[in-house]
């Protein structure tokens, strides 16, 4: 098997293998930080700390290009950890374990990294070299990119001093993305009455798995299978047909991936058990198939388990499901301006009923914030109906886009002359730091590009080698036509 660190270009490869042995879930990126200040300290770079966690290092341009606008490289260094369920992994004490096929870099079942630890590695790659002509650098790495954008929205201004921002966060490796869509966190939480589900029950666990996932604001245009939503659809249907009772729900994980697994552990009244079981069999012909093309894998088992001890009350049984019934998920809006691009969205990630509380989690995402804060108060509308406390948090703005600004410009020409074709100018549905940045540095062009990535924020994440060659090709063409101040 091919080692990571003999793949070329060296420089990014060895120090992605680095920058992933080192443990780095979001919100817990400090041994990431104490990494990558040793890292640029070594190199005898100015290299700092902000309040908020960033790390930033200066580097000096190459001889004769002194005079050229400084360019700032940015990257996040936190992850989305998910694994699959049969995987034995701690995202908190071990290393990505990594491995080649064929054009890809890959990992033993759960998140590689590589959103956004390509990046870094690029930026940890220049920083360090000695041949590669530059203007002056600036390098931030931010942290908690993935569940809150907390480094970005707690930048101050005047830290930074370049012109330009190379943000190194796109997933496609012939777009050159100018603009983004802004998110919200929508969280509804509360209790519940229990009682006793009676003893001429039977327990059953219900688990819907083998979906595909992924990044719940790239991918939410390919129609893919949501647990919660599909869990939700069984639960509710059986509470009608057979007076099934709900003792606890756990499903999704993480706001930014799509629900891949749930679990639903159940009370069954015992004469109607057998037509529960040929229901389910039933449900789960009929979701295979409304799901072939976009979840082939998709699974729903169910298993005879010990009874519950306790259920939701009745009444608040039905008033939940009903709510997660109405919440909406997916594609909200496409844009109207822009042919292909989801407006607005949402993602229903993350579902918890045990022992007296639930909490229900979802990222509300829109390229306009008046339709994103709209389409969240719909969202509260249907939890409150519930009983259920609502908050909004983490919200960030939108990336307006300029698709006239001048190194747009410069990077559509070289990519067209590097490549013998055009490059994709566009914007994302999904959230960059590119738009909070320039909130607080106004006056800076950006721009957004990368290496070809798939199945990001899922285990099936992989990164493509040939074209990580393309990216490190054209990053370093754009450093060396940077324009004068």
């Known amino acids: 098997m091919q080692d990571i660190r003999q793949l070329s270009p060296a420089p990014l490869w060895n120090a992605f293998a680095d920058l992933n042995a080192i443990p780095r879930p979001s919100k817990h990126e400090e041994a990431a930080c104490t990494f990558m200040l040793d890292f640029g300290n070594s190199l005898g770079l100015e290299t700092f700390q902000d309040e908020t966690g960033n790390v930033i290092i200066r580097k000096p341009a ?13 990257g996040h260094l936190d992850m989305v950890h998910q694994k699959n369920a049969a995987v034995d992994f701690d995202f908190a004490t071990q290393g990505i374990q990594m491995y080649v096929e064929d054009d890809w870099v890959k990992a033993k079942g759960t998140t590689l990294g590589a959103d956004n630890g390509i990046g870094v590695a690029a930026i ?20 908690d990119e993935e569940t809150g954008m907390t480094g970005a929205l707690g930048l101050k201004p005047g830290v930074l001093q370049a012109t330009i921002m190379l943000n190194l966060d796109t997933e496609e490796d012939n777009e050159l993305t100018i603009g983004c869509a802004g998110g919200v966190d929508v969280t509804g939480t509360g209790s519940y009455a229990q009682e006793a589900p009676g003893q001429d029950a039977t327990g059953y666990v219900l688990s819907v798995t083998g979906l595909k996932g ?3 604001g790239m991918d939410i245009i390919l129609g893919r299978g949501n647990a919660n939503k599909l869990m939700n659809r069984l639960l509710s249907q059986a509470a009608a047909q057979f007076g099934v009772r709900v003792a606890s729900i756990d499903g999704g994980g993480l706001r930014n991936a799509i629900p891949r697994e749930s679990q639903a552990v159940c009370a069954v009244p015992r004469q109607k058990a057998r037509d529960f079981e040929a229901f389910i069999a039933a449900e789960t012909a009929v979701l295979q198939k409304e799901y072939t093309t976009t979840d082939p894998d998709l699974k729903v088992s169910c298993m005879e388990t010990p009874l519950p001890a306790q259920v939701m009350a009745a009444a608040f049984q ?10 909406p998920n997916g594609i909200y809006r496409m844009s109207p301006d822009v042919p292909g691009m989801v407006q607005t969205s949402n993602n229903l990630a993350r579902v918890l009923v045990k022992d007296g509380s639930f ?8 390229s306009v914030d008046t339709e994103k ?6 969202i509260a509308a249907a939890l409150q109906l519930a009983g259920a406390t609502v908050t909004f948090t983490g919200a960030y703005p939108g990336w307006t886009p300029r698709p006239g600004s001048a ?15 055009p490059a994709h100018v566009d914007a994302v549905h999904a959230g960059l730091e590119c738009g909070i940045i320039g909130a607080n540095y106004p006056d ?27 990216f490190w090709q054209f990053l370093l063409a754009v450093l060396g036509k940077v324009p004068a101040r």
């Open 318 to 327: 039905e008033q939940f499901l009903s709510a997660l019934y109405a919440l």
């Open 124 to 143: 940890m790659a220049i920083l360090a070299s000695k041949d590669i002509p530059h203007p002056p650098l600036e390098a931030l790495f931010t942290v």
């Open 359 to 366: 909490s229900v989690q979802c990222l509300t995402r829109s």
């Open 62 to 74: 190459t001889p004769g290009m002194e005079n050229r606008q400084t360019v700032l490289l940015q």
């Open 444 to 470: 800076m062009e950006m721009i957004s590009f990368g290496p070809n990535i798939t199945g990001a924020h899922s285990p099936d994440e992989q990164v493509q080698i040939s074209s990580v060659q393309k």
């Open 407 to 421: 190194i747009a410009g410069l990077m559509s020409d070289l990519y067209q002359k590097l490549f013998d074709e």
């Open 373 to 378: 804060t709209d389409l969240a108060r719909g």
């Open 214 to 216: 992924g990044h719940s």
